[in-house]
């Protein structure tokens, strides 16, 4: 009799959490979707996010560009020696111009910039506007009849649209080129050969999926984020809940991104 | 007007307000006293639409606050200011930049020669220096924050002002300062206003008339000497649960006056 109602109430409590995570999903998918339509209303104001959206891309943008291009660069660097190691014996030399191109173009450049700015942009976005949130700053903003959409978010937004893929195309250029020189002092590969492999299989769908990758991402880093912040609840507490959560959701949507797009461009 | 009717609100199980009703007739100072907790700062904010109530009716200026839509009540929040109780100032805008965001004419707010007298004018108002504009909040003291909030709420020339506690976690000094300035603003600018406060001795000072938020209701309502000759259990022992802060903050002023000297 005891362990029936154990059970029972096992069973009534797993139902609980279900319902309670179920409508907690729920008010976030509504909560972002309202946001998500304020956002494409709000692109009507340009006069008043459109100075602050170059005022964050050029802190953004700028702010990123070193530790973007150092990673583009180990990560160039790395798949040289990976390429060299698997190649070598086996495989012409001028492959791992092939595999160093198409790597960084087609994966590493676009993903490793968006984790960085994941938790480069992401966090920070999510700190900023948690801490307005919880600081009434963003209510005060309500109550002066302004709106905190055009004010706060979009400019963070569009930035992010501006900059990100600006990056990913840096990040492209410094892997490939570190790549390079790592493959010329470690394999001994001509010039000559690298730009062969290169260019035997490079296609331009492979600057554009690279394109394309980094805007949906650049998508990723900022609206999450941004919505995040924006929903912020509890005070300091909330406020690092926020941006830790910001780039925990922000890296796993553009890992999920990777694989829909990558299945949808390139998928047989 | 503002009229609250039947106003219901509840935050997942906790009830905070169960049945207000209150009434701010145009150009009286009302204060809104209570206990900390008790929904003063939620009233307040559904006065400018900032929450909504669960049930009941929210009516400035015979507009029904919850049914209006997104540009109504924009429009509506342009002639209500709004002084937050811990300033809620823009950190990465200078106090003039904070100032001229409360200037709600969009014709206005685009002429940077009008809102540079006008931030003049606001900072003269809340008695702050005219080199105070070109500062950050992060290098004012918290008595200027709120001098600055006071600015920024009525740049924009509103009919009504929102004070939420607008003298918590001041010294009594600085408390007497802003008292006045609610004062001061009430008689120069003809405004409207509510102030949301906990501080019996400063809302006795200011308001024509004071509200008591008790236990989710409206308790009592008059003039301060009404409330003061109020019998009622839960008047008394707000009102005596004052005189104990009052005594222990009179003796700390004192004590600090005796190290000083």
Known sequence: MHAMARRAEITLDLRRLVGRWTLRSAGHAGRFTYLFIDMLRGLAEWRIYLPRTFEQATGVGFGSLFIVLLVAGFAGAVTSLQAGYQFTGTLPLYYAGAVISESMILELGPVLTGLILAGRIGARYAAELGTMRVTEQIDALESLGRSPISHLLLPRVLAGLLVVPALTMFANGMGLFVGWITAKQSLGITDADFTYGARFFFRPLDLWYSLIKSYWFAGAVTVIPCYIGYNTQQGAEGVGRAATTAVVAASVSILLLDVVITKLLLGK | ?261
């Open chain 2, 1 to 261: 007007m503002i009229q609250l009717s039947d106003i219901h609100k509840r935050f997942l199980d906790n009830v905070v307000l169960d049945g207000v009703s209150l009434e701010v007739r145009d150009g009286e100072t009302l204060a809104l006293l209570g206990p900390s907790g008790v929904g003063k700062s939620v009233t307040l904010k559904m006065i400018n639409g900032l929450l909504r109530p669960d049930a009941g009716d929210v009516v400035v200026d015979g507009l029904h606050v919850q049914r209006l839509k997104r540009g109504e009540l924009s429009e509506l929040r342009s002639r209500i200011g709004y002084v937050f109780q811990y300033g809620a100032l823009f950190d990465s805008d200078t106090v003039a930049e904070n100032i001229r965001l409360g200037i709600t004419d969009e014709t206005c707010y685009s002429d940077d020669g009008y809102c540079a007298d006008r931030v003049r004018e606001c900072l003269r108002l809340v008695n702050l220096a005219p080199d105070v504009a070109e500062k950050y909040p992060a290098e004012l003291s918290g008595g200027m924050k709120k001098r600055v909030g006071i600015a920024r709420a009525i740049a924009g020339k509103p009919k009504y002002l929102l004070y939420d506690e607008p003298t918590s976690g001041l010294d009594p000094v600085n408390a007497d300062v802003i008292d006045g300035l609610v004062e001061r603003l009430r008689d120069e600018l003809g405004v409207t206003s509510v102030v949301v406060s906990h501080d019996v001795r400063g809302s006795f000072r200011v308001a024509d008339r004071v509200a008591l938020l008790w236990q989710s209701k409206i308790r009592a309502v008059g003039t301060p000497e009404q409330i003061l000759g109020s019998r009622d259990a839960a008047v008394l022992q707000f009102l005596e649960r004052d005189l104990e802060m009052s005594l222990i903050q009179a003796e700390s002023v004192a004590n600090v006056r005796k190290d000083g000297s």
